[in-house]
């Protein structure tokens, strides 16, 4: 008997480690992708500063050193990374979702990024006073940005490029544990991802949005058409706006208004048909959550984030 529940120990030993190892490597591919992204743009920024100063401040400067960092260098670093980790094979057909459920997704994915946008502006406006001057939204300098550019990286590199990695290598390889855990762990490192309080909660609560559709339907392409409409709205809905004037800008406002009780209607009609895969591990969510945040490399990933979210107020 004693014999049996030492192997017993020894055998749920041997599969802690193998899942400890399985996310740590996960782990490891976000804190390189982000220790990348980040030193690749303070040396460039630091050379083009002794260079030419007047070229940091430069919006195609900008863009350009955004573009090759985060899609030319971090992520394709992440994806090789995490490329030598098989994902477990993938069950059930791919089933895209029907045109008007996609036009229902679109504005809960809107409604939970404008409603979050509002508790990110009251968190910020509250650090504001309390540090007697406005916390800087380094989404700002996206809007200097030419028109045609910030198109391309809102609704085509951008999309294409974090679903990629996060809704499918990301959330392939947590589906094991579970669709929670693989949801909220993929939606979670999104919102890091952005490096800043600005972007952090909405880019985790329209994670959250993709990363269930990612799951139900199998695919990523609806993702990625999610992520580019989403992205369109900022990047040439507004400036279309600003340049229509008054009514263009009150037109938008109509749309946001709009979007938010449609959305909230959608979300609350449709989330008696959401389902959650418990996986395949047998380990309980408490366990599942100690693997994910107990692993070296996602510790240091969410290091690496939190001091880029908290440059910003110093």
């Keep these: 008997m004693e014999r049996w529940e030492r192997d017993l120990r020894q055998a749920e030993a041997r599969s802690l480690r193998a899942h400890c190892e399985k996310i740590s490597h996960v782990g490891w591919a976000l804190f390189w ?63 895209p979702l029907k045109p008007a459920r996609f036009l229902q997704v679109f504005l809960i994915a809107l409604a939970g990024l404008y409603l979050s946008n509002y508790v990110t502006l009251a968190i910020t406006g509250l650090i504001g006073l309390l540090r007697g001057s406005p916390v800087p939204n380094p989404t700002d300098s996206i809007r200097d940005y030419p028109v045609v550019l910030s198109v391309l990286l809102g609704c085509v590199i951008a999309p294409v ?45 329209i ?56 959305g909230l209607i959608f979300f609350f009609t449709i989330r008696r048909e959401l389902w959650f895969d418990p996986g395949q591990t047998g380990l309980s969510e408490r366990r599942k959550w100690g693997l994910f945040f107990g692993s070296p490399g996602v510790v240091l990933f969410l290091i690496v984030e939190g001091l880029m979210m908290a440059s910003y107020f110093l």
């Design 33 to 95: 992708m982000a220790v990348s992204m980040v030193g690749l743009q303070l040396a460039a920024v630091t050379i083009a500063g002794q260079l030419d100063p007047d070229l940091v401040g430069s919006p195609m400067f900008l863009w350009a050193v955004s573009v090759v960092s985060v899609y030319g260098v971090g992520m394709p670093l992440c994806w090789l990374i995490t490329r030598r980790q098989p994902a477990p094979p993938k069950t059930g057909a791919d089933r």
């Design 207 to 262: 994670g959250l949005v993709f990363g269930y559709v990612a799951l139900r339907t199998g695919r990523i392409r609806q993702t990625i058409l999610l992520h580019a409409m989403v992205n369109a709205i900022s990047t040439a809905l507004v400036p279309l706006a600003e340049a229509a004037g008054e009514w263009g800008m009150v037109l938008l406002g109509f749309l946001v208004l709009l979007s938010i009780p449609l």
């Design 161 to 205: 490029a974090e679903e990629a990695v996060f809704r499918g290598l990301l959330l392939d390889r947590l589906r094991p544990y579970g669709d929670k855990v693989a949801v909220c762990a993929s939606a979670l490192c999104f919102g890091l991802f952005h490096g800043n309080l600005n972007q952090f909660l909405y880019a985790f609560v």
